[in-house]
């Protein structure tokens, strides 16, 4: 925990009313005597726990998530302490002023205003994904995002995010039933999981009723009875799918699948990007190249082999990009399958587009590398040097 002695802390922060409470604590509004700003004190009583570690173990991943991440979308971390003489373990952190989305509950969610949360929150897992190693929230529902009277969305309750994914499972499973992806059950968390978990909450909220008692056939939830037809319900239809391979699988593929309007292309057409795919692409290409000064330093005959090395990769994802991934997908797009489905060919085209990124991403890194290694770059060597 933090170095803070623990009278300064409890003298610090004044608790007031409290504001919820879940398995990782209880959360109050405090007042903060240095400041006179009001702030949330999450609060977990160790000696009431009976034995078990797992969450204080929760409760710490919270604290160390939250110190390091800095987002308009996420709740800002103030401090931590601990009390001694009670056992107890304190997290403070912004207060979010505004109302959960589970108050929206009971009547049927706006489509523009649906989307608009929708995005916004793909912003937020944009961030959290991104980190290295990814930030799993494993509990996106309602009642934990808030809507601020300026209209922007929060995401809190990071008690049961998960720092790193575990390709093994093997994790406690944390999260709500209704917005669980199946993966869950057995204590796998990917992006993927976060993304089911954002679908089903804006399920609920075009339906107006919590995710568990959506109807279903099998382990899919039934858009179709419960979600106005329609580009959202078919994006949403692919978020929740049960089976995680076949799932949107990061914000960028959702936000492929939203904005790709085109219609499927008989099998005697020729193959046309998305405009999505298009600008994607574009994007990538115009984003700074990332810099490894460190190779520059290399001993020449390190730097030819780092050279040679990178720019054979990089070839091999040239390939991979400009051939594979189309043909692959092009092959897709032609079979029964794909022919007259306007929203699988919509969810082909967000996976290729998804594929195609992660591919550009690993090229543009080698490419970086085979620049930085250049052997033939004068400019790199060490003064004194024999050039």
């Known amino acids: 925990m933090a170095e803070t002695a623990p009278p300064q ?56 998530a939250l110190e390091s991440l800095s987002h308009p979308g996420i709740p800002r971390y103030v ?36 989307q608009r949360w929708l995005t916004a ?85 075009a339906a107006g009723m919590p995710a568990d008692q959506l109807p279903r056939k099998g382990l ?42 085109a219609r499927p292309r008989q099998a005697s057409e020729p193959r046309r990007a998305s405009a999505q795919t298009q600008a994607s692409s574009q994007a990538m290409e115009q984003a700074p190249m990332p810099d490894y000064p460190a190779l520059r330093s290399l001993p020449k005959f390190l730097r030819v082999f780092v050279w040679l090395w990178a720019w054979l990769a990089t070839g091999l994802f040239f390939v991979i990009e400009f051939v594979f991934v189309p043909m692959v997908f092009a092959l897709q797009a032609s079979s029964r399958r794909y022919k007259k489905k306007a929203h699988r060919m919509r969810r082909l085209r967000a996976r290729e587009a998804d594929a195609l990124s992660s591919v550009q991403r690993i090229r543009r890194r080698l490419q970086a590398i085979a620049d930085n290694s250049d052997p033939r770059d004068q400019a790199a060597l060490p003064e004194g040097r024999d050039r």
């Not at 952190?93 to 009547?107: D, H, I, K, W």
């Not at 994904?129 to 995002?145: A, E, F, M, Q, T």
């Not at 419960?226 to 239809?237: E, F, M």
């Open 9 to 64: 802390g409890l003298q610090r922060y004044q608790i007031m009313e409290p504001l919820g409470a879940g398995s990782q604590g209880r959360t109050f509004r405090a007042i903060d005597r240095e400041t006179g700003a009001a702030v949330a004190v999450k609060v977990l009583h160790l000696r009431s726990l009976g034995g078990d570690w797992k969450p204080f173990d929760l409760f710490e991943r919270e604290c160390q």
């Open 220 to 261: 899919q939830i039934d858009l179709e009875r419960c979600v106005a037809p329609g580009r959202l319900r078919d994006v949403l239809s692919a978020m929740l799918e049960p089976d995680p391979t076949r799932r949107l699988a990061s914000s960028a593929a959702v936000r492929a699948a939203l904005g790709t309007s």
């Open 121 to 205: 929150v793909l912003d937020i897992l944009e961030y959290l994904h991104g980190r290295h190693p990814p930030v799993i929230h494993r509990d996106i529902k309602p009642s934990n995002l808030i809507l601020r009277p300026d209209g922007h969305l929060v995401l809190i309750d990071f008690g049961g995010v998960r720092l790193a994914v575990r390709p093994d499972g093997g994790s406690t499973m944390i999260g709500t039933f209704g917005y669980m992806a199946p993966e869950q059950l057995h204590g796998e968390a990917t992006p993927a999981t976060d993304i089911y978990a954002l679908g089903a909450t804006i399920a609920a909220l």
């Open 79 to 114: 401090d931590r302490y601990t009390s001694d003489t009670t056992g107890d373990f304190f997290l403070v952190m912004e207060l979010v002023e505004g109302a959960p989305l589970s108050q929206r509950l009971g009547r049927a969610g706006d489509p523009a205003e649906l």
